[in-house]
């Protein structure tokens, strides 16, 4: 069973840095889809960032694109999203989310089988 532990988060000033990690655990083995998803109040959950281990190909949502960095340490089994010049729309619950390497959109939430705790993100004006 897999499962997936998320930290970080908190409060921060716009234009402030915060980063979120993801533990992996559960999963023999080292290819994997690994996805960070959104969901602000009143709002529907939305893709911010894709990385597929076996290549490093990474994804991103154009909201993000040039801020936002995810990226993936194998040796800890851990997933970073790096959030840079942070905007009070990045406020928002943010949850890891992983999948095995099959096919179907890295942007869709339907396609990701286990999901992180969730951890609030807020940035003030």
């Known amino acids: 069973q897999v499962q997936l532990v998320q930290s970080g988060g908190g409060s921060v000033q716009a234009g402030g840095t915060l980063t979120l990690s993801c533990i992996i655990s559960?999963?023999?083995?080292?290819?994997?889809?690994m996805a960070w998803f959104r969901q602000a109040p009143g709002n529907e959950r939305e893709v911010v960032a894709a990385?597929?281990?076996?290549?490093?190909?990474?994804y991103y949502a154009d909201s993000v694109k040039g801020r936002f960095t995810i990226s993936q340490d194998n040796a800890k089994n851990t997933n970073y999203l790096q959030m840079n010049s942070l905007k009070p729309e990045d406020t928002a619950m943010y949850y890891c989310?992983?999948?095995?390497?099959?096919?179907?959109?890295?942007?869709?939430?339907?396609?990701?089988?286990?999901w992180g705790q969730g951890t609030q993100v807020t940035v003030s004006s």
């Open positions: 989310a992983f999948r095995p390497p099959n096919g179907g959109g890295w942007y869709r939430q339907q396609n990701y089988n286990y």
């Open positions: 559960g999963y023999t083995y080292s290819i994997y889809w």
């Open positions: 990385i597929y281990t076996g290549t490093g190909s990474t």
